[in-house]
């Protein structure tokens, strides 16, 4: 059978590890085995226990000690070092039957954006048979400001060109948002020409064709949208797996869950919102 992995993506804070936790939690209550892969050298704590760590490959800490590097080179380095070790992480992972991983990534958007390595490990994935699909989250704060917003659509998008998987965008951290769900239908399905005006409002004349670049990118690609998410809500995260398992064909043997009768997202979150000033 078909086996499935989560990458779970994101800037640094934005609410990865907090998503893992969720998603096994949810996994116990609806009888669904998610094993959690550690890919943080730096990491320190878990909430969810883990089926494999890298740190018992390399650690940040050793590789910042031996080579004197800071902790983003050491963080590459550690990337670079796995890669050239996949047959350890292809022994972590085993050879079991209809198995759905989740990978915990670190938060240096690099390894998304321009470096490699993310992409040399997700092909390694595939050839042993995975289904991957990326899961980039950004914290809500972003909502907050325009050119906050616009940076982290343009982040997601740099993801998902470089690594050409199955790709969701995720709003973290929704159940601390506090706005209409008017107001947040906007950030959904962004549009990039009113991106662009309320980038202007807030620019010097001079940048004024560079905010026309950067929307006109998202208008070309037309792939940036996001699902909100309140860990809170079981609701909200069934949609956002729901979404996921589409995307990788997950349980192609048994009926299909179509996200789109459950919400499609915005429908979720006029509920889910709803009363909130």
């Known amino acids: 059978q078909m086996r499935h992995v989560q990458l779970v993506m994101g800037p640094a804070g934005c ?13 116990l209550a609806t009888k669904r085995n998610f094993h959690i892969v550690n890919l943080d050298p730096a990491a320190e704590h878990f909430e ?10 390399i650690g940040l800490d050793d590789v910042m000690e031996e080579l004197d590097y800071g902790p983003n080179g050491g963080l590459v380095y550690a990337f670079e070092y796995l890669n050239e070790n996949l047959e350890w992480l292809n022994d972590q992972l085993g050879e079991g039957d209809d198995d759905y991983f989740i990978f915990d990534c670190p938060g240096q958007i690099e390894l998304y954006s321009h470096v490699p390595v993310m992409k040399s490990i997700v092909q390694a994935l595939q050839r042993w ?6 899961v980039y989250v950004l ?5 907050a400001d325009s050119a906050k917003f616009m940076s982290g659509c343009l982040a997601c998008l740099a993801a998902m060109v470089q690594l050409e998987i199955p790709h969701v965008n995720v709003l973290s951290k929704m159940d601390l948002v506090r706005k209409k769900a008017s107001f947040m239908e906007r950030f959904y399905q962004p549009d990039p020409e009113e991106l662009v005006a309320e980038l202007n409002e807030a620019s010097n004349p001079a940048l004024y064709k560079l905010n026309a670049a950067m929307g006109s990118l998202l208008e070309d690609y037309s792939l940036v949208g996001f699902l909100p998410l309140n860990i809170h809500d079981p609701e909200s ?5 729901a979404h996921i398992d589409h995307a990788i064909q997950y349980g192609e043997d048994v009926e ?9 997202g915005v429908e979720d979150a006029e509920e889910m919102m709803d009363g909130d000033d």
């Open 15 to 27: 609410g990865k590890s907090t998503y893992c936790h969720t998603m096994h939690e949810h996994g």
């Open 48 to 57: 969810y226990p883990v089926a494999a760590d890298i740190r018992d490959l």
């Open 129 to 134: 048979g995975f289904m991957v699909c990326g």
């Open 139 to 143: 914290d809500s704060q972003f909502i």
């Open 237 to 241: 995260i069934t949609l956002v797996l």
């Open 256 to 264: 299909p869950t179509d996200p789109d009768a459950l919400g499609g």
